[in-house]
């Protein structure tokens, strides 16, 4: 009896504090165009940390559910493609002393700093209807100095209809959404083109 107590007690508390369903949050990174954008021949690098990449983030999503992803490993890809499609080369960097800023001639380093939130109208589906990513990102030059420091909120949203055969839609919209308006905002900043 005592057993069946204790069975009856956890499953409620499962039940009260919904559970973490797993997500990608990574956009279609062939969604980002280089319409309009005159390439700069310079090569540049981006960091993050090795705990960044691997932190675990968990924010509500529907029906009392929560939801859990890595943001920062899940939008590298994003970040990649943006800068790509402005510098010449970009290259991936272990720390801001990485041999390759002076072995490979980087100009800039970008270092980005990412925050989200989800939430749900929805209290039958458990993914989240609305998404929000922030983006705080800053260049250092070679020397480490910060010369650009800018910060995007995408904000997504997705219903049902939409997000039943993508369950992380909403996600993945505002994950575009910030990530369109860094790569307009570096592309069009006269900063980098000195």
Sequence with gaps: MLNLLRLA??????????????????P??????????????KKVGYYISK???????????GGGDKVQYQPYKELEPALQKSLSIIFA?????????????AGNGLTYV????????????????????????????????????????????????????????DLSLSAKRAGEKAFAQFQQAVASDPQFRK
């Design 89 to 101: 080369r970009v290259y991936s960097l272990e720390s801001l002393q990485d041999p390759q800023i």
């Design 9 to 26: 007690v956890v499953a409620i508390a499962v039940v009260l504090t919904g559970c973490a369903h797993q997500i990608k949050i990574t």
């Design 51 to 61: 705990e960044d990449r691997e932190k675990k983030v968990i924010t509500p999503g």
């Design 110 to 165: 970008f270092v980005p700093t990412i925050a989200t939130n989800s939430s749900s109208d929805s209290v039958l589906t458990w993914p989240p209807t609305k998404f929000t990513v922030v983006l705080a990102c800053k260049a250092v030059d070679a020397q480490g100095a910060t010369v650009w420091e800018k910060q995007f909120t995408g904000e997504g949203t997705a219903e049902f209809d939409e997000f039943k055969s």
């Design 28 to 41: 279609d990174v062939s969604a980002f165009k280089s319409d309009g954008v005159t390439p700069i021949d």
